[in-house]
Structure formats: C-alpha cells, structure tokens
C-alpha cells in the first residue's frame, strides 16, 4: 500500500524511528523499507511544516516521499500455532503459558501432549522471537536445592543463559539453581522496602535477585 514516508541515511536510522514514534507519526502497521544506503518509514499521515522542521532539527538530513510498504503481519498466538500441528482432541491439552529465562522457554506439558513435545516447543519459539530453548519440566521441584528435571524438547544450546529484570542481570543455569522468573514483581517489591543502613539476611538465597 502506498503511504507517505520520510527517508534517513541508513546510520540515521534508529534516531529517525525513536523520534517519530515520539511524535506520533510513525505507522507501525507497515514495516519499514530498508535499503543499501537509507531507510523509509511509514507515516500514518503528511507531516505538518512544523513537524518537519521538528524532525530535521532532531535527525538531521531527510526526505519526504511516498511509497509502497507491506503490511505486518500479525503475530499469531501459541493456540493458533498449535491448531495446525495438534489433533483436535489434544488442543484443550496445550499449555496456555510458559516461563522465560533469559532466552530459554520452560513449559509444563501434560502427558497427553509427550507425543507432540516438539511441535509444542516449536510454537513457542515461533511465538516468542527471543528463545533459543524450549525445556519441558520433568517432574516437581524436590531435594534441597528446589531442583526440577528439565528436558530440552526445542531449540538448541547450554541452559546456561542471562536474565534480566529491573535493570539487574543475572547469569544462571536454569538445570542447576531454583529460579522463578514470576517472582519478578516480588523482588522489586522487597528490596523497596529495604531502608539504608539495614542489615537484611538473605536466607537460601539461590542466584541473589532479592539482595542483587
């Protein structure tokens, strides 16, 4: 479909997105064009003088033009996946949420869908971009350690990843520590409430993301 655009040196390019998405006018239905030496986006109307003055001022060197983009396609969801892999009868049986670790997936499978554990992580790798692993729990969490079988049934590479959440980073390996990424929340509610010149013991303490 053919939209007005504004055209940027390619080394301009993520200053040009930054600040249209400020200004309202980017058209995030289309996907950008890019080629060897510029990059066109999408606007959702014809930018006012002010406006151009505004972007120059901001990006720099610009042209505004129109063009054909294509529209993005919708992301599917993990079910609309899995309805073209599933029998029927099992698609009651799919899991409806999984954990993210760093850019590893884990997912409890009910046993109906052992048959199918590689379709199902497929889909979740096709649903979620970022992961290169998809684990399928094992078993419960026992032993000392709160420790779970976790067996690889997508992707590729160590359980070894990074985790990031409230600007903190953490290095772990999702087959040899406890961690739950759902506690996300609770460790930033916590260490809020820490005053300076506490001391706070942190117990059983895993990876950290209480005292880190």
Not at 70 to 86: M, N, T, V, Y
Not at 124 to 129: A, E, F, N, P, S
Not at 163 to 173: I, K, P
Not at 174 to 201: C, D, K, N, T
Request: glycine content about 8%; hydrophobic content about 40%.
């Amino acid at each position: 479909m053919e939209r007005p655009c504004v055209r940027v040196r390619r080394e301009l390019a993520s200053k040009a997105h930054a600040v249209l998405k400020r200004m309202g006018l980017l058209d995030g239905s289309f996907s950008p064009l890019r080629r060897e030496d510029a990059v066109f986006f999408p606007l959702v109307r014809e930018p006012r003088q002010s406006e151009l003055e505004a972007l120059a001022g901001e990006v720099g060197e610009l042209e505004v033009l129109k063009a054909y983009f294509r529209a993005r396609e919708k992301p599917r969801g993990l079910l609309e996946i899995l309805s073209r892999s599933l029998p029927p009868e099992l698609l009651p049986e799919a899991p409806r949420s999984f954990d993210v670790v760093g850019d590893i997936a884990i997912v409890e499978l009910p046993e109906a869908l052992w048959p199918y554990r590689r379709a199902v992580g497929e889909a979740i790798m096709g649903v979620q971009k970022s992961v290169r692993l998809v684990l399928a729990k094992g078993g419960p969490v026992s032993g000392p350690f709160r420790l779970r079988e976790l067996i690889p049934i997508a992707g590729s590479g160590p359980t070894e990843t990074i985790h990031r959440e409230h600007g903190c980073s953490f290095r772990l390996d999702v087959a040899r520590v406890y961690f739950s990424p759902r506690l996300s929340y609770e460790h930033a509610r916590v260490a809020s409430q820490a005053r300076p010149g506490e001391l706070i013991v942190d117990m059983f303490a895993g990876v950290g993301p209480f005292s880190i």
